[in-house]
């Protein structure tokens, strides 16, 4: 069992503190924000994710996992993890780095020598290359006495599988320090741990620079994996072809693969497109940014997938959507999670209703999210409330509620039997069976 302290306790730091403490560990979770303190506390998770109250409250009641808004009360942790957000930077696409340097001023203070052994400060957050130095530099500077060390150690969970992705990752990476120091940290590090290691996670040490990247570069893969699909299923639309059987195809390559090759109306969320942004910023202030210009394509392709839908819903509304009622299934920017942070979803429902159509937008998870940040959207609870004399339906999250959906019975409700699917998840031929116009997306 390791004290561990874990600061900003959002997505990230909440799943990591609740994961670690039923694991054993003795773990504080730190956050600014007394709301969402006082909501983990109770026992109740502040976003969607499958299973996690369920293990908040085992946590708690273990007595292993406490939250608090005062960062003095990281003393005593041997191990201090680093998981506040680095959103955009508005009208720039840069990483903002404010919630990092914050955390660590913060933290600085509070750390001191500890009985166990060498105290270890982890970042977890998504950082541009470089962070994790001059964050390591600062601790040697600021907090000599504590003989603190800098590990970085990125994380790559995914929303809807985020314990899954936390208990059994699919890989460690540990940027170190130097030396002896940077050894013993590992030391420390692998005791933490102990129960993924010995599922004989993969393992990689590597230096902080490497370890930053590495996490900046795989999600960079993932959404070019997805524009490429995309992108093909542009060529599809132009030539009659069918992307979802190239994708199987081509997937079958073991090469390839088959994961992150659905084509739809692209990425959002809270991390690929703020990081391939981000990513190619930092390309630019290392003079480099030409190794990146191909993440421009991916953002544009990306992009082009929303106005291509919005373009699809118009013309299902005769050309013109003033006084049409359009209907989007799903708002979160993928199913399991009730995150609309830069969601296709939105953004879709968004610019049609710009366009003048009444729309009605639903959500198992997500509405009160999208009441939040879009509160003049018509919000309804379920599909065939949503589709009340529709002229067009829109699915753009592919909740399985929304897949397997009957469309005789949602054929009953609406005006028009359209439907547009953005995910290509529903089957074609049953909503043709039941009388509807089938638009897919990259599909005959
Ligand atoms: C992503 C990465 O997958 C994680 O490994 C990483 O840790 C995380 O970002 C992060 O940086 O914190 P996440 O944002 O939860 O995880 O979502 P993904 O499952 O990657 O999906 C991203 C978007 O791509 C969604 O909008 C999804 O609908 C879309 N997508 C995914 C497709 O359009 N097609 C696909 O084939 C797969």
């Given at each position: 069992?390791?004290?561990?302290?874990?600061?900003?306790?959002?997505?990230?730091?909440?799943?990591?503190?609740?994961?670690?403490?039923?694991?054993?560990?003795?773990?504080?979770?730190?956050?600014?924000?007394?709301?969402?303190?006082?909501?983990?506390?109770?026992?109740?998770?502040?976003?969607?994710?499958?299973?996690?109250?369920?293990?908040?409250?085992?946590?708690?009641?273990?007595?292993?996992?406490?939250f608090t808004t005062d960062i003095a009360e990281?003393?005593?942790?041997?191990?201090?993890?680093?998981?506040?957000?680095?959103?955009?930077?508005a009208g720039r696409n840069a990483a903002d780095?404010?919630?990092?340097?914050?955390?660590?001023?913060?933290?600085?203070?509070?750390?001191?020598?500890?009985?166990?052994?060498?105290?270890?400060?982890?970042?977890?957050?998504?950082?541009?290359?470089?962070?994790?130095?001059?964050?390591?530099?600062?601790?040697?500077?600021?907090?000599?006495?504590?003989?603190?060390?800098?590990?970085?150690?990125?994380?790559?969970?995914?929303?809807?599988?985020?314990?899954?992705?936390?208990?059994?990752?699919?890989?460690?990476?540990?940027?170190?320090?130097?030396?002896?120091?940077?050894?013993?940290?590992?030391?420390?590090?692998?005791?933490?741990?102990?129960?993924?290691?010995?599922?004989?996670?993969?393992?990689?040490?590597?230096?902080?620079?490497?370890?930053?990247?590495?996490?900046?570069?795989?999600?960079?893969?993932?959404?070019?994996?997805?524009?490429?699909?995309?992108?093909?299923?542009?060529?599809?639309?132009?030539?009659?072809?069918?992307?979802?059987?190239?994708?199987?195809?081509?997937?079958?390559?073991?090469?390839?693969?088959?994961?992150?090759?659905?084509?739809?109306?692209?990425?959002?969320?809270?991390?690929?497109?703020?990081?391939?942004?981000?990513?190619?910023?930092?390309?630019?202030?290392?003079?480099?940014?030409?190794?990146?210009?191909?993440?421009?394509?991916?953002?544009?392709?990306?992009?082009?997938?929303?106005?291509?839908?919005?373009?699809?819903?118009?013309?299902?509304?005769?050309?013109?959507?003033?006084?049409?009622?359009?209907?989007?299934?799903?708002?979160?920017?993928?199913?399991?999670?009730?995150?609309?942070?830069?969601?296709?979803?939105?953004?879709?429902?968004?610019?049609?209703?710009?366009?003048?159509?009444?729309?009605?937008?639903?959500?198992?998870?997500?509405?009160?999210?999208?009441?939040?940040?879009?509160?003049?959207?018509?919000?309804?609870?379920?599909?065939?409330?949503?589709?009340?004399?529709?002229?067009?339906?829109?699915?753009?999250?592919?909740?399985?509620?929304?897949?397997?959906?009957?469309?005789?019975?949602?054929?009953?409700?609406?005006?028009?039997?359209?439907?547009?699917?953005?995910?290509?998840?529903?089957?074609?031929?049953?909503?043709?069976?039941?009388?509807?116009?089938?638009?897919?997306?990259?599909?005959?």
């Amino acid at each position: 069992m390791t004290q561990l302290s874990v600061i900003g306790c959002g997505y990230l730091g909440a799943v990591h503190a609740a994961c670690m403490a039923d694991l054993g560990h003795e773990v504080v979770g730190v956050d600014v924000d007394p709301d969402k303190v006082a909501q983990l506390a109770a026992g109740k998770a502040p976003f969607h994710e499958p299973g996690f109250d369920d293990l908040l409250q085992r946590a708690i009641a273990s007595g292993r996992l406490r939250f608090t808004t005062d960062i003095a009360e990281v003393h005593g942790s041997q191990v201090h993890f680093i998981c506040v957000g680095t959103p955009q930077q508005a009208g720039r696409n840069a990483a903002d780095l404010t919630y990092v340097h914050a955390a660590v001023e913060a933290l600085l203070p509070h750390l001191a020598v500890h009985a166990d052994g060498p105290v270890v400060v982890v970042g977890k957050s998504t950082v541009p290359v470089g962070t994790a130095a001059e964050i390591a530099a600062r601790i040697d500077a600021d907090a000599p006495g504590s003989g603190a060390s800098l590990v970085w150690n990125p994380e790559f969970l995914r929303e809807g599988f985020a314990i899954q992705d936390t208990v059994a990752p699919d890989r460690i990476v540990y940027g170190l320090g130097p030396g002896d120091r940077g050894q013993a940290a590992r030391v420390v590090l692998d005791t933490v741990y102990a129960s993924q290691l010995e599922r004989h996670t993969p393992l990689i040490t590597t230096d902080y620079a490497t370890a930053e990247l590495v996490k900046v570069a795989a999600n960079s893969f993932l959404a070019t994996k997805i524009s490429f699909i995309n992108a093909m299923a542009e060529l599809c639309e132009a030539t009659g072809a069918d992307v979802t059987q190239l994708a199987e195809a081509i997937g079958h390559d073991e090469r390839i693969g088959p994961k992150f090759l659905r084509a739809g109306v692209g990425f959002g969320g809270g991390c690929l497109p703020k990081d391939i942004r981000a990513f190619m910023a930092r390309a630019g202030e290392l003079g480099v940014d030409q190794a990146l210009t191909f993440l421009r394509e991916v953002d544009a392709i990306n992009l082009r997938r929303r106005t291509h839908v919005v373009e699809l819903a118009r013309t299902a509304c005769g050309g013109d959507l003033s006084g049409a009622r359009v209907t989007v299934l799903g708002a979160a920017f993928k199913p399991h999670s009730d995150d609309v942070r830069d969601s296709p979803a939105l953004e879709v429902a968004s610019t049609i209703a710009g366009a003048g159509a009444h729309v009605t937008i639903t959500d198992p998870a997500a509405l009160e999210n999208v009441r939040r940040v879009r509160p003049d959207l018509n919000l309804a609870a379920d599909p065939l409330e949503a589709a009340d004399r529709a002229d067009v339906v829109v699915l753009l999250t592919e909740w399985e509620e929304y897949v397997t959906l009957d469309p005789e019975q949602l054929g009953t409700v609406v005006a028009h039997r359209q439907v547009i699917d953005g995910r290509n998840a529903l089957d074609p031929v049953r909503w043709r069976a039941a009388g509807w116009t089938y638009t897919g997306l990259g599909r005959p």
